[in-house]
DNA sequence: GGCGCCCTAAACACCG
DNA sequence: GCGGTGTTTAGGGCGC
């Protein structure tokens, strides 16, 4: 076919020449397209196959990247883009993105991230596909561009042979490597890519990477290379090409190629070799300074580098030597002893292009490991210092409360703003807050908006909503993102909040559209939430007012619900009976604590401003715009609307299951406060506002 | 794995 | 009949 024709073309077509480009200038990012990288003799330059046989190692080195693109979570990176080769086919999928994985991942559902994956490797196949075709198209038009000179003399026709047979050679490599590596990118689910789909950065995949993936792909880059170098020194079997699972260790028996180098000296097929070589040095020095137990089952240079080598003496001496080879890139000669790597270390690998052009890749290696260290180092510094944070979490929770919530307090006592009404400074000067939130407060699913809402934060250990609210209030006004708070914490923040502290349905809904853009939009789904949880949660109570129905919130009933599991937990008690810090707390009544400020907040402010001091729960209330109490269904006394003030039917409903006891013990918060005469509303501050009243 | 909490969806009833 | 409201049930996800 193609080889044939090309084939064809050599015969009847005379060669050519052209110079050698410069390393430099061919790995300047002019791309190779443009480049005639041959030698005199009308061959591919070695620095042009060097090049090739890179962006083909590149290639498996990708291709093993999606094999490990399970995780995307890594920080971005630029390693692929400073590749010492230029590879056009991926140059779009290294370039760093705005945003990281991390984010990505946080930003995007993991459907979306599938997608986006499909998306991207349909992208990357469609770019490797014409990728391989240029090359293939540069290849041919070198050879019939050699052909034609080389026709002109018939003296060297023998060795135009030759050559036609190493351009086949290298064309049907090319076919190769490219069947190869689209069959297992479908191999890896691209069978199933539709045209049009996106795709992760590949870069992103390649950060992803930890040093042993690192390995493998080194492993497999060498594996793939060493392909072709089997293909080569098999001879020139054309019409067969199912040396494509040619193995690692298949490779290995080859010892003979780098004593094979072409013509010219150069090292087309030291390539392959030196890669490995390259990555067995990395992986010796990794595995050396990260952990001397973890030696690479495949590495060789690791164990080239083992201390208790009977070459170490060697190794010592030189750097390039070790395990009676040379460890040049690419090399692995034999060498009985120092002397004999020293002389062939002079006569194979002295100063000329091929060596300098070995060095600067390694240079540019290095300085890839050298990044990619970096970035794990960071991130491996992240993570310890999230995991040393860890313990001191409730710090963050209880700072905000502490600051903003009670300076808020302060202003609207003032101002006589409704408690719990985002107030324009507080916010404004947090415009993006939900970032200093981190991650505990707007979770992944609350970022992309379509997941669930976030569920245990507001409850175990997120900032009270409150002050979530208050200060990022702008935030959640204007940003598609679902709040981190239940449907029945928001809505009891939208009744308390109100004036009267009573809200119709549609005062509810209304409260929701106003403050969260989030639910802007699909209104049936969350209205129906919100009327689900109304009439669930005993806690919200329906009054019948002479404006029609309104909901009111029965904080006893409310905090009933909250905190079961701290129930009887001697800690608790000893915590609360103590007055010790909470952060001494366990998450689940902090959490607690936190979710249920805001209505103590608003309690407690209420009460404030209309200098009521109430004993709600055992003396009844004396005014009504403040706290009052309702009698419940069970007959106790609640803070909430007072009967007498709406003085209409007050729909009782029933908890689910659980909820539904007086004879339920009380959680130990109220047996506490009750032991200790707390008034009822005081109780809830007390409970609730640890670090805002209670300073 | 069980349990509790929560969300979502859906069906149904009532009422203006 | 329609839309809004309120109730109830079921299923599933998630964290403990």
Redesign the pocket.
Known sequence: MMVESATESIRTTPSSQNGVSSLSSQSDGGGREGGSNCDTNGEISPVDLLHLQQQQALQAARQFILQQATGLNSPSSNELKQSPVQVPVSMAMMTPQMITPQQMQQILSPPQLQALLQQQQALMLQQLQEYYKKQQEQLHLQLLTQQQQAGKQAKEQQQLGNKQLAFQQQLIQMQQLQQQHILNLQRQGLVNLQPGQGAVPIQSLQQAMCPTDLQQLWKDVACVQSTEEAMKHEGLDLTTNSSNTTSYSASKVSPQIPHHPLPNGQNSVHTPKRDRARLFEWISSFTKESSDEHLMPYSKGAHLQSTHSTHEEHTASHPLFGHGECKWPGCEALCEDMGQFIKHLNSEHALDDRSTAQCRVQMQVVQQLEIQLAKESERLQAMMTHLHMRPSEPKPFNQPLNLASSMSLSKRESEGFPEGLPHPPTSAATPITPMRQGPSVI?S?SLHGV??????N????CTPIASELAQNCEFYKNADV?PP??????IRHAILEAPDRQL???EI?NWFTRMFAYFRR?T??????V???????KC?V?VENVK????TVDEVEYQK??P??MTGSPTLVKNMISGLGFGSLN??YQAALA?SSLGLLNSSTLMNSTGASLNMLHVGHDDVSSTVEQVNSNGSCSPGLSPQQYGHQI?V??E????EEDCRPVSLMAAVNQNLSMPGDERDMEEELPTEELE
């Open positions: 979770s699913s997941g669930p809402i976030r569920r245990r507001s409850d175990k250990f679902r708070f239940t449907y029945a914490s928001l119709t349905l549609n809904y699909n049936a789904t969350w209205k129906n939430a009327r689900h949880n109304l009439s669930l949660h919200f329906r029609g129905a309104v909901w619900r909250r079961p599991k998450a689940s979710e729909h409903k029933e689910p299951a659980e909820m």
